[in-house]
């Protein structure tokens, strides 16, 4: 399946698959990503702006918020740290 249009990556902070299997929103992320464009030191920043701007969406078809709940991986993975590790 692919996308309807080009994903524009030097300009997207944030990003999911097509296929999302619930794994939820990724930031993308310098250093982790091929053409990440957020600085780790602005991870938490720039993941606080994507978890409002989906907590106040409204679809402007039904005029409801289809996103009951949001939440950080660390909170899901108790395992997790918070802290974003470049991969190699």
């Known amino acids: ?9 030097q300009r997207s902070k944030a ?3 097509i296929r999302s299997t619930g794994e939820g ?3 993308n992320l310098a250093g982790r990503q091929p053409d990440g464009i ?3 030191g ?3 920043k720039v993941r606080d702006e994507v978890m409002d701007r989906l907590a106040s969406f409204v679809d ?4 409801k918020k289809p996103v009951k709940a949001i939440y950080k991986r660390e909170e899901i993975f108790k395992a997790s740290t918070p802290t974003p590790r470049p991969t190699s």
């Open 1 to 9: 399946m692919s996308l309807p249009q080009s994903v524009n990556w």
């Open 25 to 27: 929103v990724s930031i």
């Open 38 to 40: 957020v600085d780790p």
């Open 15 to 17: 990003f999911t698959t």
């Open 42 to 44: 602005d991870f938490e």
């Open 60 to 63: 402007p078809k039904t005029g």
